[in-house]
């Protein structure tokens, strides 16, 4: 079982690809390091693929801070769970029921006007997890470029204390305190620690 992540960048017309590029390069090459497991195509869009299947919702969130730094960008991501029947030379041209989910899942997100769906074989767990993800949608969705930031180097550096944090940014300790919790990232990852306990019990 894999997890596929597929995602394009809402609004990107609206802006020079230099001012949002390289922060979803790096988002996604952090995400994955194999250049082989990821790619960008059609100029705003992505696919990577994940061996660790637990790691597929922190991963998309840390991709979500990066592209809601930039403010009046955000991005749609669709996860799909399941096996991988081909394996191509690049992530694009592989297949299997975890890449036609995460298709099909971005395409619903379209239509629905949603960023975040996931979808695998499994209904219970899909409808579960959806509308987890529709309710803490309310607070990514509206995260400021402040916001983002902090969400960022929580998740970068989940060891770091806030006064060090504080220091890279160049804010008051107070202030990241404020911006984590005004950015709901305890209830994130709260709600990251149950999906890799019910990931585990799908394994």
């Known amino acids: 079982m894999i997890a596929v992540i ?13 001012l949002w590029l390289e922060k979803l390069k ?8 194999d250049e082989a497991y990821r790619a960008i195509y059609r100029g705003d869009s992505f696919q ?6 637990k790691r597929a919702f922190e991963a998309v969130v840390f991709i979500k801070c990066h592209i809601k730094q930039i403010k009046g960008l955000d991005i749609r991501l669709a996860i799909g769970i399941g096996e991988k029947t081909f394996e191509g030379a690049k992530v694009t041209e592989s297949n299997g029921p975890a890449f036609r989910y995460s298709g099909e899942v971005l395409e619903q997100l379209k239509q629905r006007k949603l960023n975040l769906m996931i ?7 899909d409808e579960e997890f959806n509308l987890y993800f529709k309710l803490i949608l309310i607070a990514m969705d509206n995260w400021t470029v ?18 060090d944090i504080a220091r890279l940014i160049g804010i008051s300790q107070n202030t990241v305190s404020e911006r984590r919790k ?7 990852e709260a709600l990251n620690t149950m999906f ?5 019990k799908l394994e």
């Open 146 to 163: 402040n916001s983002a930031e902090v969400v960022k180097h929580f998740m970068k550096f989940p060891d770091m204390r806030q006064t």
């Open 196 to 200: 890799k306990k019910k990931i585990i």
């Open 48 to 53: 990577l693929e994940l061996a660790d299947v």
């Open 119 to 125: 979808k695998t074989k499994y209904p219970e767990f």
């Open 182 to 188: 005004r950015s709901y990232l305890d209830e994130i």
């Open 6 to 18: 597929t995602g394009d960048v809402v609004h990107s017309s609206r802006m020079k690809p230099e």
């Open 26 to 33: 790096t988002a996604i090459s952090d995400v994955q390091p």
